[in-house]
């Protein structure tokens, strides 16, 4: 089985000391591809400088919605001219997260439709953060059209993954599977189309059940795949190579 981590941060401190132990262990597990999304413009080079001689890593370059206060006006011509020079997989980490009631969301907006306006000028699919504003994606996406893409960590209804799968998106299931309280995220892992799944851990972040309280790896996306097979009551090599071919097909990966 050859598994595809479509979503972690292997780039964030948490891995510094062991990045590349780490990515060997978890290569040996069957996780064969990791996409590490940027945050803010300030990582930008770093990321390219870490990875670039890892085949096995792909990059998505873009500016997150949590991360507001980092981004400038000017960041978004210099992303127009990165993803013309470089060639990321996608452009991502981009959102809207609208869980806080401070949160400025004409700003986030503002950024967020000039990444959607670049991917669509550059041709590349997007990672997707969304949190208490699918709506407001959804139309974002019916005015500025891109590629395809994922969204990642997907919480939204069974109605908005439909909308989503409809404009050529795949949707994003990790680590909260594993966790029998997560009712509703494993009833839509259940129902949806396989079609429309794909694995991730976003480590460090949202770790498994069987290492809560812990930083979370790449190492755990294996527990991600058991977990949904069980659900599904599919044996984990179909759920491991439709998620991984469903991950190749959006984000080009060969």
């Known amino acids: 089985m050859q598994l595809i981590d479509t979503h972690c941060h292997l780039d964030f401190d948490d891995f510094s000391d062991d990045r590349q132990q780490l990515m060997v262990r978890a ?3 069957g996780v064969a591809h990791f996409v590490v999304p940027a945050v803010q413009q300030g ?5 390219l400088t870490l990875f670039q001689q890892q085949q ?7 500016m997150h919605p949590l991360f507001m206060a980092e981004h400038k006006e000017s960041h978004i011509a210099l992303l127009d001219t990165v993803l013309q020079q470089q060639r990321p997989i996608a452009v991502g980490e981009i959102g809207l997260d609208f869980y806080s009631a401070e949160t400025d969301r004409q700003m986030q907006l503002h950024f967020f439709r000039a990444q959607l306006q670049l991917a669509a000028k550059h ?3 997007v990672i997707l953060h969304v949190r208490k504003a699918h709506d407001e994606v959804l139309k ?7 590629m395809a893409g994922i969204v990642h960590a997907f919480n939204g209804s069974m109605q908005q993954a439909e909308h989503y799968v409809a404009m050529n998106f795949k949707l994003g299931f990790g680590g909260m599977l594993t966790y029998p309280r997560s009712t509703k995220l494993r009833t839509l892992a259940e129902c949806l189309s396989l079609d429309a799944l794909v ?10 059940m069987q ?4 930083r979370n790896s ?12 069980e659900l599904r009551g599919q044996s984990q090599e179909i759920i491991a190579e439709v998620t991984s071919a469903n991950a190749r097909q959006v984000l080009g990966i060969k």
């Open 199 to 208: 694995l991730e851990t976003d480590s460090p972040d949202m770790t498994v």
């Open 218 to 229: 790449p190492e755990y996306l294996p527990y991600c795949l058991q977990a949904l097979a």
């Open 43 to 47: 990582t930008w080079q770093s990321l």
């Open 211 to 214: 290492h809560r309280g812990q």
């Open 140 to 146: 974002c996406l019916r005015e500025i059209p891109v």
């Open 123 to 125: 041709k590349l699919p």
């Open 56 to 62: 096995c890593v792909h990059l998505a370059l873009g």
């Open 27 to 29: 290569q040996a597990l």
